[in-house]
C-alpha cells in the first residue's frame, strides 16, 4: 500500500511537471501605457505658468516705464521752451524782466527733468534684471546655427531720417491682435512681403543680438541711441553681425517664415529692453521717429 501511494504521487509530480513545460503561460492585464510626453517645445506647465507671470509683470512694468518716458519727454520740452524764454529775456530792461522766465526757473525745470529721468531708467533697470533673470544667455546668444549672409555695408544713397523696414509692404497682424499662434497676444506689427525682399534698419544703431532657432526663427536685434531696440524676425537670411554699427536703410537681411510663420513677412517689433516681454506699440514709436507707413491693413 505504501509503495502503490509513492508510486501514485511520482506520477503525479511528473505529470504536473510536463503540464507546466508545455501549457501558455498564464495571462496577464497589459500595464498600463506611459503618459503622453508633450513634445510641442513648451516647457512643462509649472515653468510654463511661471513665466507667464513673468511676461504679465513686464507688460505692467513696460507700461509704467512708457508713462515715466512720456513725462520725461514733456520736461524736456519744458526745458526747451524756458530756456528761449529765459534767452530772449536776457536783454530786457528791469521792467520788461517782470513776469519773464529766469534762470532760476530753469535750474528747477532741469531738476525735474532730471529726477523723472532718474525714475525711468530705474524702471527699465528692474525690468532688465527679471527678464534677463527669465531668459539667461539670449541677450549673448551668438548667430552659430542661422543662415547668414555677406555681411552688409550702408547704403550709398543715406536717407535723411528714419525708414519702413520693408518697402513694397502690406500692414497685416498688428499690436495687441489675439490668436493661436501667440502664446497670449501679438507682441508687433507684421508686414507681409514677398520672401526674399530686403529687411532695412529702421534707423542707426548697433547689432546687439543675433538668434535663431525660437518661434521667431532668423532674428536681429538692434539698439538705438535713444535705448529702444528694435527686433526683425522670420529671416531667411541674416546679413549683419553682433557689434555691427547699422545705419537707415542697411540692409539686416531678407524677409522669409522661419520660426512660427505660416508664410512669408516680416515681424517687427520694438522693446525697452532686448528681451520678449518689454515691447511697445511699434506703429506709434515709429512714427515719433518720423517714419511714413502705408496704413491701410489687409
Not at 519773464?100 to 526757473?105: C, H, L, P, S
Request: hydrophobic share 35%; with cysteine.
Amino acid at each position: 500500500m505504501r509503495r502503490e501511494r509513492a508510486l501514485l504521487r511520482g506520477v503525479l509530480v511528473a505529470a504536473t511537471a510536463f503540464l507546466v513545460v508545455l501549457l501558455p503561460p498564464p495571462l496577464h492585464a497589459p500595464a498600463p501605457a506611459p503618459p503622453a510626453v508633450r513634445d510641442d517645445g513648451r516647457p512643462p506647465a509649472p515653468h510654463a505658468d511661471r513665466f507667464d507671470r513673468v511676461l504679465r509683470d513686464a507688460a505692467r512694468r513696460t507700461a509704467e516705464h512708457e508713462k515715466a518716458r512720456d513725462r520725461a519727454d514733456r520736461l524736456r520740452r519744458e526745458v526747451e521752451r524756458l530756456r528761449a524764454e529765459a534767452k530772449a529775456g536776457e536783454g530786457a530792461g528791469a521792467g520788461e524782466r517782470a513776469g519773464r522766465v529766469t534762470q532760476a526757473d530753469v535750474e528747477r525745470a532741469v531738476a525735474e527733468l532730471r529726477a523723472a529721468e532718474r525714475r525711468r531708467k530705474g524702471i527699465r533697470d528692474r525690468l532688465w534684471r527679471e527678464l534677463e533673470e527669465a531668459q539667461p544667455g539670449f541677450a549673448t546668444a551668438g548667430p552659430d546655427g542661422c543662415d547668414l549672409g555677406r555681411r552688409s555695408k550702408p547704403p550709398r544713397k543715406r536717407p535723411a531720417g528714419w525708414v519702413s523696414p520693408a518697402q513694397g509692404h502690406r500692414l497685416t497682424a498688428g499690436w495687441a491682435a489675439r490668436g493661436e499662434r501667440w502664446r497670449s497676444r501679438h507682441t508687433g506689427q507684421d508686414f507681409a512681403v514677398r520672401a526674399g525682399t530686403p529687411v532695412r534698419a529702421v534707423g542707426p544703431g548697433t547689432v546687439r543680438v543675433i538668434a535663431c532657432g525660437d518661434a521667431y526663427g532668423n532674428q536681429v536685434l538692434v539698439r538705438h541711441a535713444d535705448g529702444y531696440f528694435t527686433q526683425y524676425a522670420h529671416l531667411s537670411r541674416i546679413d549683419v553681425r553682433p557689434g555691427q554699427r547699422v545705419e537707415a536703410g542697411q540692409r539686416l537681411g531678407t524677409a522669409g517664415a522661419t520660426g512660427n510663420a505660416t508664410g512669408p513677412h516680416l515681424h517687427f517689433e520694438v522693446r525697452v529692453t532686448p528681451y520678449l516681454g518689454s515691447a511697445v506699440p511699434p506703429l506709434p514709436w515709429l512714427r515719433r521717429h518720423g517714419v511714413p507707413l502705408k496704413l491701410k491693413k489687409g
